[in-house]
Nanobody
Framework: QVQLVESGGGLVQPGGSLRLACAACGSIFRIDRMGWYRQAPGSERELVARITSGGGTTYADSVKGRFTISRDNAKNTVYLQMNSLKPEDTAVYYC?????????????????WGQGTQVTVSS
């Protein structure tokens, strides 16, 4: 069984920084893309940033230049460094990962999601 465990959310003032982390745990054979989504009250869940196994990155226009996604493949962990935070960044942030597991003789590839961590930007 695979779990994604998030940490690092909280309350921060506008202009401040936070670093989110998400560790994938369990019987993992391979992790391909990893990413972060967010959902504000009354809004759809939206992509924040995504990173491939080779390190290629994609960002939402709203966070370019402020957020940085990275990963540590040895630790099966993805990070989101968030700088110059704005009130409109307030949301629940979810990590996701495309993970291959093996239950011999089958290999299954599925998208897994974390439980979400609250980020609140307010003075």
């Amino acid at each position: 069984q695979v779990q994604l465990v998030e940490s690092g959310g909280g309350l921060v003032q506008p202009g401040g920084s936070l670093r989110l982390a998400c560790a994938a745990c369990g019987s993992i054979f391979r992790i391909d893309r990893m990413g972060w989504y967010r959902q504000a009250p009354g809004s759809e869940r939206e992509l924040v940033a995504r990173i491939t196994s080779g390190g290629g990155t994609t960002y939402a226009d709203s966070v370019k230049g402020r957020f940085t996604i990275s990963r540590d493949n040895a630790k099966n962990t993805v990070y989101l460094q968030m700088n110059s935070l704005k009130p409109e960044d307030t949301a629940v942030y979810y990590c996701t990962a495309l993970i291959t597991t093996i239950t011999f003789p089958r290999a299954d590839q599925d998208d897994y999601w974390g439980q979400g961590t609250q980020v609140t930007v307010s003075s």
